[in-house]
């Protein structure tokens, strides 16, 4: 099993940062990915940003060239740096983790103010 604790959001204005951070402990595979999504009120969950153990991303559309992703497999933790943030990012922000099946974490809701 693998238990997902997210931590970092809150309120923020419109054009401000806020970084997320997710512990993950159980049985990590070091090949696993790890990863960010999000889901806003009446709307499907979405992709934010994945990385794998080598270092490679993947970013929603949205969030290219604002959002940065980094991991540290030692301590089987993910960063995700928000910055520029827009009303639209507002949704709870849920930590996954990818090996044989998806883990989620709770979710951390994430509001930006216009």
């Known amino acids: 099993q693998v238990q997902l604790v997210e931590s970092g959001g809150g309120l923020v204005q419109a054009g401000g940062s806020l970084r997320l951070s997710c512990a993950a402990s159980?049985?990590?595979?070091?090949?696993?990915?790890m990863g960010w999504y999000r889901q806003a009120p009446g709307k499907q969950r979405e992709l934010v940003a994945i990385i794998s153990s080598g270092g490679s991303t993947n970013y929603g559309d949205s969030v290219k060239g604002r959002f940065t992703i980094s991991r540290d497999n030692a301590k089987n933790t993910v960063l995700l740096q928000m910055n520029s943030l827009k009303p639209e990012d507002t949704a709870i922000y849920y930590c996954?983790?990818?090996?044989?099946?998806?883990?989620w974490g709770q979710g951390t809701q994430v509001t930006v103010s216009s």
């Open positions: 159980g049985s990590i595979s070091s090949i696993g990915i």
């Open positions: 996954n983790y990818l090996y044989m099946r998806h883990y």
